[in-house]
């Protein structure tokens, strides 16, 4: 079955920017019509979803973040990843990677994100 | 953006309670509603999609109900491995937010 592995540095200075990979293994990254998608959480708080891209190259980013976000893939190697610009100390939290289910095309549907990493936690301080 | 709320944030429940969780979208989000569970350290895991259906080898004493701006989360009969945060999320026009999730416990 399909699995997801978050990699990267666990600390990043402030006003540097946080880069993670997220490694798929047992399929394709590029099978089904699946999006790839990074959420973080901040200790003891909820989850935030930063945005998704597919392998086309299309991408969505959390109108938040978005100023600050770039996720890339790589198809060749079955690795998406994520790139954080300017970081600062509220950036501090688990990154996770995750499968994502849905078509925005009819017929439309949303299936939740069904296949997460185990996380990584990442520190933003000097 | 559509904001989520969820209630109660946290409660505590005797072994075999029925236990429910309702979540309220701040606009109509038809049945575009997911419900998660996370254990301390764990990622999260999908239990319930499209606000209804349960995902494949999820018990079934997890269900959920609702369309929408209005959903419910309930588990039949608590058992112990059940004690964890539970996170609704709602997808809409491409954007998902989470809920501030409600942490279970047992009495």
């Known amino acids: 079955q399909v699995q997801l592995q978050e990699s990267g540095p666990g600390l990043v200075k402030p006003s540097q920017t946080l880069s993670l990979t997220c490694t798929v293994s047992?399929?394709?990254?590029?099978?089904?019509?699946?999006?790839w998608s990074w959420i973080r959480q901040p200790a003891g708080k909820g989850l935030e979803w930063i945005g998704r891209?597919?392998?086309?190259?299309?991408?969505n980013y959390n109108p938040s973040l978005k100023s600050r976000v770039t996720i890339s893939v790589d198809t060749s190697k079955n690795q998406f990843s994520l790139k954080l610009s300017s970081v600062t100390a509220a950036d501090t939290a688990v990154y996770y990677c995750?499968?994502?289910?849905?078509?925005?095309?009819?017929?439309?549907?949303?299936?939740?994100?069904?296949?997460w990493g185990q996380g990584t936690t990442v520190t933003v301080s000097s | 953006d559509i904001q989520m709320t969820q209630s109660p944030s946290s409660l505590s429940a005797s072994v075999g309670d029925r236990v429910t969780i309702t979540c309220q979208a701040s606009?109509?989000?038809?049945?575009?509603l997911n419900w998660y569970q996370q254990k301390p350290g764990k990622a999260p895991k999908l239990l319930i999609y499209?606000?209804?259906n349960l995902e494949t080898g999820v018990p079934s004493r997890f269900s959920g109900s609702g369309s929408g701006t209005d959903f419910t989360f309930t588990i039949s009969s608590l058992q112990p491995e059940d004690i964890a945060t539970y996170y609704c999320?709602?997808?809409?026009?491409?954007?998902?937010?989470f809920g501030p999730g409600t942490k279970v416990d047992i009495k």
């Open positions: 995750a499968r994502e289910a849905l078509s925005s095309s009819f017929p439309r549907y949303y299936y939740g994100m069904d296949v």
């Open positions: 047992g399929g394709s990254i590029s099978s089904g019509s699946y999006y």
């Open positions: 891209i597919y392998t086309s190259g299309s991408t």
């Open positions: 606009q109509d989000i038809s049945n575009y």
């Open positions: 499209d606000a209804s």
């Open positions: 999320q709602q997808y809409d026009n491409l954007m998902v937010t």
